[in-house]
């Protein structure tokens, strides 16, 4: 049970790591400079302001410095990227199938947050997770040729409806960026 535990403590970790790559890489900011800070007062977050999960629920979801109030947002990205790697560790044991799948839930949960708010999907999330799926896939159950088989369906499928309503509807009825998604899932 201490490891369900451990996975919990770096899953809200890694969860408050993936607010600051949401935010900031779709303003063009640095994701290591300047450390944590209210986007209001500007004041720099001590340690102890900055603790996942823990931290938002002692400060009322507020700057501990002007009162900001702090968007939930991140207080739950934190906390359901604790549950899943503690779901990838009950699942998968203490593995590098657990960790290869925690990595491939993290990619979707920071896809989707930037595309929330950007509606555009990064590549470094769609085709970072399908060069980790097929580079990882000898060393997994599906094989690499279930994975080149399942990134050319999965891609392809979308591909068709993107270049349908492009060519024949003369609109983009889904974004190139849901292709390279699929092709990665």
């Known amino acids: 049970m201490e490891w369900g535990i451990i996975a919990a403590l770096v899953g809200a970790s890694f969860g408050s790591f993936y607010n600051v790559v949401a935010y900031r890489l779709p303003r063009g900011m640095s994701i290591v400079s300047p450390p944590s800070h209210c986007p209001a007062c ?10 996942p999960v823990i931290s938002y629920l002692f400060l009322r979801g507020k700057c501990a410095f002007c009162s900001y109030k702090v968007p939930i947002r991140y207080f739950l990205v934190e906390l359901f990227s604790a549950f899943l790697a503690v779901f990838c560790y009950f699942r998968w044991g203490l ?3 657990a960790l290869l799948m925690f990595v491939f839930f993290s990619l979707l949960l ?9 509606f555009t999907i990064p590549d470094f999330v769609t085709l970072g997770g399908l060069l980790l799926g097929i580079l990882s896939s000898p060393f997994r159950s599906s094989g690499l040729f279930d994975s080149f088989l399942g990134a050319l369906l999965g ?5 068709a409806i993107y270049l349908f309503y492009v060519k024949v509807r003369k609109i983009e009825g ?10 990665m899932i």
């Open 155 to 159: 891609g392809g499928s979308f591909l």
């Open 174 to 183: 889904l974004g190139f960026g849901d292709v390279k998604l699929m092709a």
């Open 110 to 118: 920071i896809g989707s947050l930037i595309d929330f708010e950007t």
């Open 95 to 97: 593995s590098v199938e």
């Open 42 to 51: 500007k004041s720099t977050l001590r340690w102890y302001h900055n603790i």
